[in-house]
């Protein structure tokens, strides 16, 4: 009999996220509402961010901080072509544009060495841009270096804004001045994803963090329409007879998190660290397992990782064939995988629109040749595990080159 593929990735939810999202279904009420206040606040103690705002999507969550930090139209902001569009496409919301600078050959975050390099050339050009923000990706949940980053930050005045899509719950270990923040609280900001192939899930959901009061004011406005009391207070409180008396302060977004949403991420927050054990425990045991493959580069494991996905590198000389051989293999064998990423400077909207060659960002590119994203989640099992791990090997033996 043939036996079922390995999914690449799959959510785990319990009888506890689904008793708590019928708790409220059967509520009445199902739009943003306590859940929110209830799981903002959980989340900001987890992380230990003076205030978090629950938002539809860590898209949204991007543009909201760039808005309120003022990033708009003809503002340049530095980022990495190694991630998804997500981390760009907001810039383009505002009128804004990405800088790309190249990652770091090794880990695929973003090269300190390359935003410095763009800001200083930006900083001695005639007409300098407009640059208004450096928008990190903590990819994969591996911490970038936010110590040089910050530094950088400091020195040029621009602040940092976090995108931990994949990077729940990560501490950051800095080697300047020893402590261990949560990643997306070094920066302004902080956008968290909840997407249902993330570390913890509300099918589509994601987080603000911020520091800064006036910045939480201005995310809050934002993220329902630009109305001055959030719907809760507005029918919540003992003046719910004036609930239709609101005002718009400016032409917000319709970015919030539905009740019943944020009653599931209460319930996967708690599952946040058990999650990340797993994820971890994979992670290593894939590294042990492809050790001794010389045709295979393990990923660098680092202080702190939440592990949203595992990517290996292929090294072609070794091989008699590609990436996408390798991958198909894989799917014969009944293993999916992924790749994390084709860079966004070789999609055509921004290839197009910018003029990229797909040697600009020639780290970028050498990595996504490369590499391939092997299924890793709580529900893989260590059945399910072992058969990607025989499958691995099995492929890059058939697949050796032999001189
Ligand atoms: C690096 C990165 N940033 C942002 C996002 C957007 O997240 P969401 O789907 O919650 O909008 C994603 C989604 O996968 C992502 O991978």
Redesign the pocket.
């Known amino acids: 009999m043939k036996r079922k593929p390995i999914p690449f990735s799959a959510p785990k939810i319990g009888l506890r996220e689904i008793v708590a999202a019928g708790r409220i279904l059967r509520s009445g009420w199902l739009t943003t509402g306590q859940e929110n206040s209830l799981f903002e606040e959980e989340f900001a103690q987890k992380t230990g961010s003076p205030y978090a705002l629950s938002v539809n999507?860590?898209?949204?969550a991007?543009h909201l901080i760039l808005e309120a930090l003022g990033v708009g139209l003809d503002d340049w902001v530095i980022t990495t072509p190694y991630?998804?569009t997500?981390?760009a496409e907001i810039l383009r919301y505002l009128g804004a544009h990405p800088l790309f600078a190249d990652v770091d050959g090794k880990t695929g975050n973003i090269d300190p060495s390359e935003i410095e390099r763009i800001l200083h050339e930006n900083a001695h050009a005639p007409m300098p841009r407009s640059i208004k923000a450096i928008l990190p990706?903590h990819?994969a949940g591996l911490p970038c270096d936010m110590d040089r980053i910050m530094d950088i930050s400091r020195r040029y005045d621009i602040p940092v804004v976090e995108?931990c899509?994949?990077a729940f719950p990560v501490r950051y270990y800095s080697t300047t001045d020893r402590s261990s923040p949560y990643l997306g609280t070094i920066g302004a900001g902080g956008?968290f994803?909840?997407?249902a192939n993330?570390t913890i899930t509300t099918g589509?959901?994601?987080m603000v963090t911020v520091g800064d009061e006036a910045l939480k004011e201005r995310i809050s406005l934002m993220r329902l329409h630009g109305i001055d009391r959030d719907v809760w207070n507005r029918y919540s409180s003992s003046a719910g007879h004036l609930s239709w008396q609101y005002d718009i302060k400016a032409p917000g977004y319709k970015y919030n998190l539905t009740n019943f949403q944020a009653a599931i991420g209460r319930v996967q927050l708690k599952k946040a660290e058990r999650f990340k054990r797993d994820r971890t425990n994979q992670a290593l045991l894939y590294n042990e397992a492809f050790h001794a493959l010389d045709s295979i580069e393990t990923p660098i494991v680092g202080k702190d990782h939440a592990w949203h996905i595992y990517i290996i590198k292929i090294k072609p000389e070794k091989l008699t064939s590609g990436r996408d051989e390798f991958i198909k293999a894989l799917f014969d064998r009944g293993i999916n995988c992924s790749v994390h990423y084709r860079p966004l400077h070789m999609m055509s909207y921004y290839r197009d629109t910018y003029g990229f060659m797909n040697d600009d960002f020639p780290r970028a590119l050498d990595l996504y040749e490369r590499t391939i994203s092997l299924p890793l989640y709580p529900g893989l099992g260590i059945r399910g595990q072992k058969r990607v791990i025989r499958a691995v090997i099995e492929v890059s033996r058939m697949l050796r080159r032999t001189e």
């Open positions: 999507s860590a898209t949204s991007l991630t998804f997500a981390s990706v990819l995108d899509a994949h956008a994803s909840f997407y993330k589509e959901g994601g």
